[in-house]
């Protein structure tokens, strides 16, 4: 036995306190930070905030490819949900380590009822055949390459490089000209230019007739 594959006890552990297990164990993403980060200089997220957006992503991408987007969020929803048990590992740290991720998922949904439901979402994501598991590939990609665009937007140089290395990771048509499109847009012009492009102007104008 390996500090990675521990023997999980679950004797007298019913299925909704397995579950409540389960929904504060999903908490713990909230607390885990997201390593690449403390290479760029710049920048900060938990895995919580990267999944949630990687969902979103990975529906709006399968919305514009004709795919199935619940399915495919759903995929992004839990494809790092292993990080409450092992921590996110960045490119350097996964040169050290050995971890097994997927029996840290199982291991996190045993006794829950979920496992059926859930596992094979794992599985289709990791063998990335399905038009849903690269579009999901894609949309964890996208995420990083939104952050890296804001960051490169306020000043580090350095996201720029790391925008070009994501890039080549793309696996579809629809996630390479999002992806493009991004690197493109300035990442305040959401707020800036609309939805009432005026409001600047009307600021001015009021502090120069004050």
């Known amino acids: 036995m390996t500090a990675c594959d521990p023997q999980v006890n679950l004797q007298g552990r019913e299925k909704l306190t397995r579950l409540a297990d389960f929904l504060f164990e999903a908490g713990m993403l909230r607390k885990t930070p997201r390593s690449g980060y403390q290479f760029l200089g710049s920048g900060s997220e938990n895995v919580a905030e ?83 598991s690269k579009l999901a590939q894609d949309a964890d990609q996208i995420d990083l390459i939104l952050n890296l665009k804001e960051e490169f937007d306020l000043g580090n140089k350095y996201a720029g490089k790391w925008m070009q290395g994501a890039m080549p990771r793309l696996r579809t048509d629809v996630g390479r000209e999002l992806a493009q499109r991004i690197t493109e847009t300035d990442h305040t012009d959401w707020w800036y230019k609309g939805p009432d492009r005026s409001w600047w102007a009307r600021k001015n104008g009021k502090k120069k007739a004050e």
């Open 50 to 132: 990267h999944s949630f957006r990687t969902a979103i992503v990975g529906f709006v991408l399968a919305n514009e490819a004709g795919a199935d987007p619940v399915h495919t969020a759903m995929m992004c929803l839990f494809h790092d949900f292993h990080e409450a048990r092992i921590g996110d590992f960045n490119y350097v740290n996964r040169i050290y380590n050995t971890c097994d991720p997927k029996a840290a998922f199982t291991h996190a949904l045993e006794g829950t009822g979920l496992e059926q439901l859930v596992l094979p979402y794992w599985d289709e994501l990791e063998e990335a055949e399905s038009l849903e």
